[in-house]
């Protein structure tokens, strides 16, 4: 499931300049015959003048997952990350004016294994787009819209 990007800096251009935009990923893993994938899930929220609801377009790809400890995935964690990285690239310049935020869902309390890639995730975006990103708790496009997204399209699909 992917979005066409040109339709979502489109979509982004010709909203308002009050409107915030958020991007996020999350990632899943899996086994299939034996082996371990992830889907990564990548969003893009438009929260339209920031004040009347979202537009909402996301994107899943699946890979290999080559993590050996699932209470710390590292590969996938910065998978997710270098992914988010690159959706806000690619949107950068139709954001304008524009509010913005990067997403991770990432926890930086030590009991979860996402702690362990805080920062250097956090030390990633910075330099690829010099962004200070939010982390849980204040990283609702990562933890809530991508983490839900490809269950509702799921659904949706199916219905």
Not at 2 to 16: L, M, Q, T
Not at 67 to 73: A, M, N, S, T, V
Not at 82 to 109: F, V
Not at 142 to 157: G, I, L, M, P, T
Request: with cysteine.
């Amino acid at each position: 499931m992917k979005f066409d990007i040109e339709e979502v800096k489109n979509y982004i251009k010709n909203s308002s300049e009050n409107s915030k935009i958020y991007v996020g990923a999350d990632s899943e893993r899996y086994r299939k015959n034996g082996v371990w994938f992830a889907d990564y899930i990548v969003c893009v929220v438009i929260h339209i003048d920031g004040s009347k609801g979202c537009k909402i377009f996301g994107q899943v790809t699946s890979e290999r997952d080559y993590d050996q400890r699932k209470d710390k995935p590292t590969n996938r964690l910065m998978n997710e990350v270098i992914k988010c990285a690159q959706m806000y690239l690619d949107i950068e310049e139709s954001i304008g004016l524009r509010e913005y935020e990067i997403h991770l869902d990432l926890n930086p309390n030590i009991k979860y294994g996402s702690s362990h890639v805080v920062q250097q995730a956090v030390g990633y975006i910075k330099g690829m787009c010099n962004v200070t990103p939010m982390i849980k708790p204040r990283a609702f496009a990562a933890s809530y819209c991508a983490d839900r997204f490809k269950e509702v399209r799921h659904n949706h699909e199916a219905a």
